[in-house]
T-cell receptor, first 114, second 113 residues
Framework: EAGVVQSPRYKIIEKKQPVAFWCNPI?????LYWYLQNLGQGPELLIR????????DSQLPKDRFSAERLKGVDSTLKIQPAELGDSAVYLC????????????FGPGTRLTVL | AQSVTQPDIHITVSEGASLELRCNYS??????LFWYVQSPGQGLQLLLK??????LVQGIKGFEAEFKRSQSSFNLRKPSVHWSDAAEYFC???????????FGGGTRLMVKP
């Protein structure tokens, strides 16, 4: 069984540029999460989807961040415009329906903003 | 609100030595507790979890953890560390089914030959 797939794995951009991250969850997993992991820290939840519905986006900085999960499968997280402080690893995870304690993580996208 | 503290940011042990990584949590009821490992450039992999029952939990790769309610702790142990165990380890807590995970800040383990 394939795991959670994320791309790109690494991204370097200049500040004020837009950037997008893509995630493909494990087949059949209804719940999808985006986490932010700053250097030397644990992951922090940005947004959680149940199928195509964003049910918890309270930690998502909505002035510059947006996310979508069309058709309830793949998801895209976008930052526009990127700031220096956005440099971090963006992790995607998925879990079976409503079983938030069985989360499977992708390898992450490491973003560097110059 | 739930929280997790991992007091040790870095730990270095010699290969073959025993290991204990500390985790303290804050939660008003019986928590669900987890340990994850993250190797460089990789996502998080679940090592073990505690939901209820026996307070000594066995996980993958020879790791175990013990839930101590009186100390609000869930320390991770391994009797003999291998060089491949060098990674970052995260403790996490949740309030149970339907609740989100809260992660600690992580402990980076280095293994000396």
């Amino acid at each position: 069984e394939a795991g959670v797939v994320q791309s790109p794995r690494y991204k370097i951009i200049e500040k004020k540029q837009p950037v997008a991250f893509w995630c493909n969850p494990i087949s059949g997993h209804n719940t999808l999460y985006w986490y932010l992991q700053n250097l030397g820290q644990g992951p922090e939840l940005l947004i959680r989807y149940e199928n195509e519905e964003a049910v918890d986006d309270s930690q998502l900085p909505k002035d510059r961040f947006s996310a979508e999960r069309l058709k309830g499968v793949d998801s895209t997280l976008k930052i526009q415009p990127a700031e220096l402080g956005d440099s971090a690893v963006y992790l995607c995870a998925s879990s079976p329906r409503r079983d938030y304690n069985e989360q499977f993580f992708g390898p992450g996208t490491r973003l560097t903003v110059l | 609100a739930q929280s997790v503290t991992q007091p040790d940011i870095h730990i270095t042990v010699s290969e073959g030595a025993s290991l204990e990584l500390r985790c303290n949590y804050s939660y008003g009821a019986t928590p669900y507790l987890f340990w994850y490992v993250q190797s460089p450039g990789q996502g998080l992999q679940l090592l073990l979890k505690y939901f209820s029952g026996d307070t000594l939990v066995q996980g993958i790769k020879g790791f175990e953890a013990e839930f101590k309610r009186s100390q609000s702790s869930f320390n991770l142990r391994k009797p003999s560390v291998h060089w491949s165990d060098a990674a970052e380890y995260f403790c996490a807590v949740s309030g149970g089914a339907g609740n989100m995970l809260t992660f600690g800040g992580g402990t980076r383990l280095m293994v000396k030959p």
